[in-house]
């Protein structure tokens, strides 16, 4: 029975309609739909990951560019294209993304130490005409981690060499 009234239904499914754009949204969607099975926040990981690929020992983290500071060097903090600092306040927000920059890194190598693979994406990266691009190139990444985990070396021909050796001196004793 649908008990909300109308203006909590038009609230829900504005909600509901930002939940599904949201960036994590879109990854998660873009690698299931390519094949990937992932777990959630995984609460135990350091930064609870977004995404975490326990087969491919790969954790995602949909970073957005603002409150991470993406492409910001942070002793200059000059804006990027996708992080743009508001003026006023200007220290209190620098101090914020620093800090975010700061426990992002920490919780990478903390990862790695665990013996984790991280991969950021970037809101920027999951723009509309990015996008399938940005969910193909994750693809191929964790697809080259499960190979370099599992030690895949290209397989050689067995005794290819020896025989192209020793063939052509056959055939030549044969006249
Ligand atoms: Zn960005």
Redesign the pocket.
Known sequence: MDRLTAQQRHQNMAAIRSKDTKPEMIVRRGLWKRGFRYRLNHKRLPGHPDLVLKKYRTCIFVNG?FWHG??VDMQTFENS???KIPKTNRDFWMAKIRRNNERDREEQRTLANMGWHCIIV????LKPQKREETLDSIAFTLNHIWLQDHGVKSVPYPNLEEEDMQMPMAAESDY
């Open positions: 560019c993406h492409l294209e996708c992080c970037w809101e920027c990266e």
